[in-house]
């Protein structure tokens, strides 16, 4: 008899049978362990800000990046601005938004647009740097002698119109991206209806969107 209840105690454990058998201890200390770890996150988790959690949870939104630029794809108006997801970038975006705002941030979508085109001009021709920073950027640090004004007329750049900003940082992303550039006609340089700079009649006017002017200078564009 000792030998059947063996054999039947082996073929059992075998077979899984004799699991329902376990002690209790085993078990008790195997739901323990769990609910202390479930507990663990629960805790984590009730310092996480719901906005947080809400944003790990939800699948992406659609970003800047996901706009079609090809030709013909871009409306030049405030509606088609507002129905855009907000924009982003790094060093090069900065200086174009931040360039944008300065300049030209009461402007109509079109003159946004143009003032854009010039800046990406100046980058493509020869006669300019080569970078969106280092065009903004040329002649920073004397008095009036720069480029765009706002960089050296003594005052602080500071955003005091985040809804303005908003607007003009999707310019800038949709032009870094690739959009085309049919409002200025190559022109490299630009001035507002308030001034009569000397340089202006020296150049073929292009353009104009609002209060601002476009020129065409004498440079020569790069071949890509």
Not at 23 to 28: G, K, L, Q, R
Not at 78 to 87: I, V
Not at 207 to 216: C, D, K, N, S, T
Request: aromatic letters at 8%; hydrophobic letters at 40%; a neutral charge.
């Amino acid at each position: 008899m000792r030998v059947l209840r063996r054999a039947v105690g082996s073929f059992g454990l075998a077979s899984g049978v004799m699991l329902a058998s376990l002690p209790a201890s085993a078990e008790e200390v195997l739901a323990s362990r769990l609910d202390a770890l479930l507990g663990q996150e629960r805790e984590a988790l009730r310092v996480v800000p719901s906005s947080r959690l809400s944003s790990l949870t939800s699948p992406p939104s659609a970003t800047m990046r996901d706009i079609a630029t090809v030709p013909g794809t871009i409306e030049f108006s405030d509606s088609y601005l507002a129905s855009l997801p907000g924009a982003s970038g790094g060093s090069e975006w900065e200086c174009l938004a931040e360039a944008l705002y300065f300049e030209a941030r009461g402007e109509t979508v079109r003159g946004l647009f143009a003032v854009a085109e010039v800046i990406l001009n100046r980058v493509d021709s020869r006669e300019f740097p080569d970078s969106v920073c280092s065009v903004v950027n040329q002649g920073t640090g004397r008095m009036y002698a720069c480029q765009f004004t706002y960089t050296c007329d003594g005052n602080p750049e500071v955003i005091h119109e985040p809804g303005a900003y908003a607007r003009v940082a999707k310019v800038a992303r949709l032009m870094l991206d690739g959009a085309e550039r049919p409002l200025t006609e190559g022109a490299t340089y630009y001035h507002t209806t308030a001034v009569n700079p000397s340089w202006a009649r020296r150049f073929e006017r292009t353009a104009q969107y609002g209060v601002h002017l476009f020129y065409r200078g004498n440079t020569r564009v790069a071949s890509n």
